[in-house]
């Protein structure tokens, strides 16, 4: 008999019984979704008082700057619990719109990150900077203070990269809003980028900072600043000294000098050359020390004279040109000078390298002189505006105006890598340097004009053969003092130049003429580059050219089938910058890329041409053309 079942009567699913179901999750939804309505509201408030924090940061008002960040704070707490709470939880699962709310909650973590480096910074800014800082004092460095500081600014790159960190996260597109929140990642990162690379820069620094301000072991450096109006190849020539010593952070700086109060320092003598410095050879007076056009070579033989006139082994040594610190008066304000007066970032290049008619007696301006290198010892270490300080000393040091070198290897690749050794660059292709020297003491170099053009022919396979023309022009006004004009010293309109063309490594002379009249000349190797100066004599208003020929083996390279031409460029820190004129002639058959770097132009076809009128900075270009 078969066996019987009780069957289970089947329950019948409504559409109702769906719908009203349903019905409640979206309205739970939505009331979860309420608080986001006001997200994108918080975020735009909190970043318009990031801003107003900033202008009044800038503008040396902590007071109004803290509260601003204050007001950041609250309105990103208030963005914060709307979306980071059940709500946000719920609806980041939800498919679809899942994806976005994820997104907007990464760019909330981004922003309170964001809003935490302000925090950080309004607290410690006081303490670095003006009348009320801890860290400076009458130019001595609180350490402990320091390495406070430091640990505040580690603790910023930490809050960066998780910022960094979260906006990577953001998918490129989402559905709903599309590309929206990758184009508000994209603007946070354009803002977040150079902050962390700025801190990931300077974070070495950080290490060594204490050390060489003295925190194991007492320090000695030399400061020297350098006057244009009487050119070495590698800037002014250094005319004042002053030794500054660092013992666990308290400043005490030695007696300034000048060539003619420091004994021996104008007479021919020896001491331990750099290694392979082709214009340290035999006997150097010590005010010729820094011929050469690196810095990391001319600080070293600086050091290194110093030692043999004073006994004392420098742990480094700084220079600075009079253009730089008239730059450095405009941040931290003018100066009272006896004898000249008020000194201004505007005036001060001419007071005093461009009116020695006006001043006949040689002390009374050397006096000044001397005067002016603790000036900038303690405007540096002011701490009225360090953020100012740094920018303007990082442009001069772009510009091969200002430059450090240490002893210590592991420091001096620190500040190398932050573009403060005046290093020459280092490029395997294209390379323009011409630096000239006052071969007859004067300070006509106040009136020298230069321009540079060359003519670069791009072959097939990369190589270049380029005609280089060096076009100088005294400028000088007539001559002012009742006696016949000596053609040498402080007065004179004449100049007497080596003009010095390096070229880029591998490449050697095919010609050298002046003025359209074949010159000889030895040329010889400066670690790699090779270099000729021959001497040229310049009447008042007199123009000269020194061309020559040359080939680069590599100055374009291929890049995924295209010629890739690279090019660098080295200024000299001239009272009035050298101008430039580049014309590049890339194969037949090669037309130049659309794209080019600021300073080019090209009218089609295959050449190319940059133009600076005054050449300020450091220049690397690369400048492609298409088969």
């Known amino acids: 008999m078969p066996s019987s079942r009780r069957a289970t009567p089947r329950r019948m699913i409504r559409p109702a019984t769906v719908a009203g179901a349903l019905l409640l999750v979206l309205v739970g939804l939505a009331l979860l979704a309420i608080p986001f309505l006001s997200a994108p509201g918080h975020a735009e408030d909190a970043r318009a008082e990031l801003t107003a924090a900033k202008e009044a940061l800038d503008a040396g008002d902590i007071d109004d700057a803290v509260a601003a960040v204050e007001r950041a704070r609250s309105e990103t707490d208030d963005l914060q619990a709307a979306v980071q709470g059940v709500g946000g939880d719920v609806w980041s699962r939800v498919p679809v719109a899942g994806g976005a709310l994820r997104d907007v909650r990464r760019l909330g973590n981004a922003l309170d990150q964001l809003v935490g480096v302000a925090e950080t910074g309004v607290r410690v800014l006081p303490q670095v900077r003006g009348e ?3 860290l400076l004092d009458g130019g001595n460095v609180d ?6 500081v430091i640990a505040d600014l580690r603790a910023v790159g930490a809050r960066l990269s998780d910022a960094q960190a979260e906006l990577d996260a953001v998918a490129d597109t989402r559905p709903l809003v599309g590309e929206r929140l990758a184009e508000a990642a994209a603007d946070a990162r354009a803002e977040v980028d150079p902050l962390a690379d700025g801190l990931d820069a300077v974070d070495p620094l950080l290490t060594h900072l204490p050390t060489m301000l003295g925190r194991n072991a007492s320090r000695q450096y030399l400061v020297a600043l350098l006057n244009p109006a009487e050119m070495l190849y590698s800037g002014g020539t250094p005319q004042t000294f002053v030794t500054v010593d660092l013992d666990r952070g308290r400043l005490s700086m030695g007696e300034t000098l000048d060539l003619s109060t420091a004994p021996g320092a104008a007479q021919p003598r020896y001491w331990r050359k750099v290694k392979g410095n082709p214009l340290h050879r035999g006997q150097v007076k010590p005010a010729l020390a ?8 001319s600080g070293n ?3 290194n004279a110093w030692r043999s006139l004073r006994g004392r082994r420098m742990a480094g040594v ?3 040109d009079v253009v730089a610190v008239s730059r450095l008066l405009d941040v931290s304000g003018p100066l009272e000078v006896p004898a000249l007066g008020t000194l201004t970032g505007d005036n001060l290049v001419e007071k005093l390298i461009g009116s020695y008619d006006d001043y006949p007696e040689p002390a009374q301006r050397k006096a000044v002189n001397r005067a002016l290198a603790p000036v900038f010892v303690d405007r540096l270490l002011s701490g009225n505006d360090p953020v100012g300080t740094g920018r303007v000393l990082g442009e001069a040091a772009d510009q091969r105006r200002f430059a450090v070198y240490l002893r210590s290897p592991d420091e001096q690749a620190v500040v190398d890598d932050l573009g403060l050794t005046g290093r020459l660059s280092d490029t395997e292709h294209d390379y323009l340097g011409v630096f000239t020297q006052n071969k007859v003491p004067s300070k006509s170099d106040y ?6 053009s060359t003519d670069v022919a791009i072959r097939e396979d990369g190589s270049a053969r380029v005609r280089m023309e060096i076009e100088v022009h005294n400028d000088s006004p007539p001559y002012a003092q009742p006696l016949p004009d000596p053609r040498e010293g ?16 591998g490449a050697t002379f095919d010609s050298v003429q002046v003025d359209g009249v074949p010159r000889e000349v030895s040329p010889r190797s400066f670690y790699g580059r090779y270099f000729i100066r021959p001497e040229i004599e310049f009447a008042p208003q007199a123009r000269h050219t020194l061309a020559v020929t040359y080939v680069v083996p590599a100055a374009a390279v291929d890049r995924d089938g295209a010629l890739a031409y690279r090019l660098a460029i080295d200024p000299q820190g001239m009272v009035d910058p050298q101008d430039v004129r580049v014309t590049v002639r890339f194969p037949r058959g090669y037309a130049v890329d659309a794209e080019l770097p600021e300073g080019w132009s090209s009218a089609g076809g295959r050449v190319a041409r940059y133009r600076s009128d005054a050449l300020e900075s450091v220049e690397s270009y690369e400048v492609l053309a298409h088969p």
């Open 132 to 134: 009320e800082s801890t």
């Open 318 to 320: 700084v220079v600075i």
């Open 290 to 297: 820094t011929m050469a056009p690196d810095w990391a070579v």
């Open 301 to 303: 033989e600086l050091a």
């Open 447 to 452: 009136w020298q004009r230069r321009t540079v």
């Open 143 to 148: 350490l402990d203070v320091l390495e406070s």
């Open 490 to 505: 402080y007065f004179t309109r004449w100049n007497t130049l080596s003009v010095a063309p390096f070229l880029p490594k």
